[in-house]
C-alpha cells in the first residue's frame, strides 16, 4: 500500500469522530441544559454539571431523600443498653 493512500484513509477515518456528538438517549432536542457546581463527595474539588431542569428536579428529589433518611438515622440512640 502506498503512503498517500494510507493518509488518505486515516484522514477519511479521523473526519468521522470529529464530527458533532452524538445526542444520549435521555436527553430531549431544543430543551436548555442549567449548569450548577456540584461538589464531589470525599474532596475538595467543585465539579460542574449541566443538566436539564427535568433532570435536575429528579437529582434534588433524590438527595432530598437520602438526605431525610441520614437525618432519620441520626435520631437512633448511640448506645440502646442505657434505655
Partial sequence: MSYPIVVAALAVSLSACAGS????????????????AAPMPGSNIIKREC?????????????????????????????PATM
Fill in 51 to 79: 443538566l436539564t431542569p427535568k433532570q435536575w428536579a429528579i437529582r434534588d428529589e433524590e438527595d432530598r431523600a437520602r438526605n431525610v433518611g441520614l437525618y432519620d438515622n441520626s435520631k437512633q440512640d448511640a448506645n
Fill in 21 to 36: 456528538p452524538a445526542m444520549r438517549a435521555d436527553e430531549e432536542p431544543g430543551v436548555e441544559k442549567v449548569c450548577r
